[in-house]
């Protein structure tokens, strides 16, 4: 990226309204997404330890299947904000309902497999005796709900990309209370059990799904877009979104592999990693809402033809993901005494703990540089580039955390990799974003 004059403040400021705008509803939107496990898990867990661990084996094989298809947001996000960028809202809102038009037929290709399919599933696993029944019946019942649950993903990668992260917010709200409602309800008012749960999730789900909608229905009428389901724009959706699955995928793994590792260093080790993990995913949260921020900002700007602008509103984006960064990485070395008791009293753990903390600390900086070019390269709809950068991250990452417990280290070190993972993703992301390739407007890439 060649060197650009100095913005005035005016300009700066500017920015930073619209980066606001619309990262703080979706920071709120992406908190209130795990809290219906949160509820699910505090009242399941008062049927009984088998029915708890059923839960959370069927919700991870869930999340993990959910996590697979978040490319229907982002893809989605860029295309329609390209599209508002050029001043054509029914083209915008045809898009995102080709979008929505896939979540619905990928959705029920899910069930199709997961129904008959959930006893393995479950006992891959390695699901208990007493744990596995219940866990079959809780994902055999929630998998009815996959179909509304892309939908959410879809429709919400449409609103972003209308410049509308509010009203995702005020719909994940309303989800979370009225899952927490059904499942009191169901699970003890109807004595379903489990299957109320499992039950009163779908039946949240599917009402966030008719409240998107509904929304995105009323603006194709209100602009004359077609909701008919239109082959071609369902396939260009699936081929804009397979290089966002291949790097979801290659993310995936990178978890697995360290997750992988940190189990073979030991209990204790294991244990802190997945404190240190839940972390590192809650603070993800945060630089992502930023991230979201870009990825609506700069489709819009490359939509209008407006390349100066989408350029300078990317060096803006940076400066916050690295004072977000420093903030964040501040916050847990200061907080540390306070946290780390509320996980574990157990001593072991805690030392093994605290030292892979500070390594999380120190490269919270390059995390935050690493989801914001992440954000903006998917707003400029650079999906090849963004696979082909996170499957070079794996090959590197791979083989150095796989030797970590052949040498002697333990989760310090593996963690120290997990940091050389984030330093190799900002650096292929920076060479991108240095290089100006992604700079392609007009709406359409």
């Given at each position: 990226?060649?060197?650009?004059?100095?913005?005035?403040?005016?300009?700066?400021?500017?920015?930073?309204?619209?980066?606001?705008?619309?990262?703080?509803?979706?920071?709120?939107?992406?908190?209130?997404?795990?809290?219906?496990?949160?509820?699910?898990?505090?009242?399941?867990?008062?049927?009984?330890?088998?029915?708890?661990?059923?839960?959370?084996?069927?919700?991870?094989?869930?999340?993990?299947?959910?996590?697979?298809?978040?490319?229907?947001?982002?893809?989605?996000?860029?295309?329609?904000?390209?599209?508002?960028?050029?001043?054509?809202?029914?083209?915008?809102?045809?898009?995102?309902?080709?979008?929505?038009?896939?979540?619905?037929?990928?959705?029920?290709?899910?069930?199709?497999?997961?129904?008959?399919?959930?006893?393995?599933?479950?006992?891959?696993?390695?699901?208990?005796?007493?744990a596995a029944p219940y866990a079959t019946t809780y994902l055999r019942v929630s998998s009815l709900g996959i179909p509304a649950m892309l939908i959410v993903l879809a429709a919400t990668g449409v609103l972003r990309g209308l410049q509308d992260t509010k009203t995702p917010l005020y719909v994940a709200i309303a989800g979370f209370a009225a899952n927490a409602v059904l499942?009191?309800?169901?699970?003890?008012?109807?004595?379903?059990?489990?299957?109320?749960?499992?039950?009163?999730?779908?039946?949240?789900?599917?009402?966030?799904?008719?409240?998107?909608?509904?929304?995105?229905?009323?603006?194709?009428?209100?602009?004359?877009?077609?909701?008919?389901?239109?082959?071609?724009?369902?396939?260009?959706?699936?081929?804009?979104?397979?290089?966002?699955?291949?790097?979801?995928?290659?993310?995936?793994?990178?978890?697995?592999?360290?997750?992988?590792?940190?189990?073979?260093?030991?209990?204790?080790?294991?244990?802190?990693?997945?404190?240190?993990?839940?972390?590192?995913?809650?603070?993800?949260?945060?630089?992502?809402?930023?991230?979201?921020?870009?990825?609506?900002?700069?489709?819009?700007?490359?939509?209008?033809?407006?390349?100066?602008?989408?350029?300078?509103?990317?060096?803006?984006?940076?400066?916050?993901?690295?004072?977000?960064?420093?903030?964040?990485?501040?916050?847990?070395?200061?907080?540390?005494?306070?946290?780390?008791?509320?996980?574990?009293?157990?001593?072991?753990?805690?030392?093994?703990?605290?030292?892979?903390?500070?390594?999380?600390?120190?490269?919270?900086?390059?995390?935050?540089?690493?989801?914001?070019?992440?954000?903006?390269?998917?707003?400029?709809?650079?999906?090849?580039?963004?696979?082909?950068?996170?499957?070079?991250?794996?090959?590197?990452?791979?083989?150095?955390?796989?030797?970590?417990?052949?040498?002697?280290?333990?989760?310090?070190?593996?963690?120290?990799?997990?940091?050389?993972?984030?330093?190799?993703?900002?650096?292929?992301?920076?060479?991108?974003?240095?290089?100006?390739?992604?700079?392609?407007?007009?709406?359409?890439?």
């Open positions: 990226m060649s060197q650009a004059p100095a913005r005035p403040k005016s300009d700066r400021r500017r920015h930073d309204r619209e980066i606001l705008a619309l990262a703080v509803p979706a920071f709120g939107a992406l908190v209130a997404e795990p809290l219906f496990v949160m509820v699910d898990s505090a009242i399941v867990g008062h049927l009984g330890t088998p029915q708890l661990a059923g839960l959370g084996i069927a919700a991870a094989l869930l999340a993990t299947g959910v996590s697979v298809f978040v490319f229907l947001a982002y893809a989605t996000t860029a295309a329609v904000s390209r599209r508002v960028g050029a001043g054509d809202l029914p083209s915008a809102i045809r898009q995102g309902m080709d979008g929505i038009w896939l979540a619905l037929l990928l959705g029920l290709a899910v069930i199709a497999v997961a129904l008959p399919t959930a006893p393995w599933l479950v006992d891959l696993f390695g699901a208990s005796d007493t499942n009191v309800v169901l699970v003890y008012g109807a004595g379903l059990g489990i299957a109320g749960s499992a039950w009163g999730t779908v039946i949240a789900q599917a009402g966030m799904a008719a409240a998107y909608l509904f929304v995105v229905v009323r603006g194709a009428r209100r602009h004359g877009a077609s909701l008919r389901p239109d082959a071609a724009g369902i396939r260009a959706s699936a081929q804009a979104g397979v290089p966002l699955l291949v790097r979801t995928l290659s993310l995936r793994a990178v978890l697995m592999i360290a997750t992988g590792v940190a189990a073979r260093l030991g209990d204790a080790d294991v244990a802190a990693h997945q404190i240190i993990l839940s972390l590192w995913s809650l603070m993800a949260f945060a630089l992502d809402a930023i991230a979201i921020a870009g990825q609506a900002i700069i489709g819009r700007y490359l939509g209008a033809g407006d390349a100066e602008g989408a350029r300078r509103a990317c060096r803006r984006m940076v400066e916050w993901g690295i004072a977000s960064g420093l903030l964040l990485g501040a916050l847990i070395v200061l907080a540390r005494p306070l946290f780390v008791p509320l996980f574990t009293g157990d001593g072991t753990v805690q030392d093994t703990l605290l030292p892979a903390l500070l390594v999380v600390a120190i490269t919270q900086p390059i995390a935050g540089v690493v989801f914001v070019l992440d954000g903006v390269l998917m707003g400029a709809g650079d999906g090849p580039y963004l696979a082909g950068a996170m499957v070079v991250t794996l090959v590197v990452f791979a083989p150095v955390a796989l030797l970590v417990p052949v040498f002697g280290g333990g989760l310090t070190t593996l963690w120290w990799a997990m940091g050389l993972m984030m330093a190799v993703r900002m650096v292929t992301l920076w060479l991108r974003m240095r290089s100006g390739r992604w700079v392609v407007t007009g709406a359409t890439r």
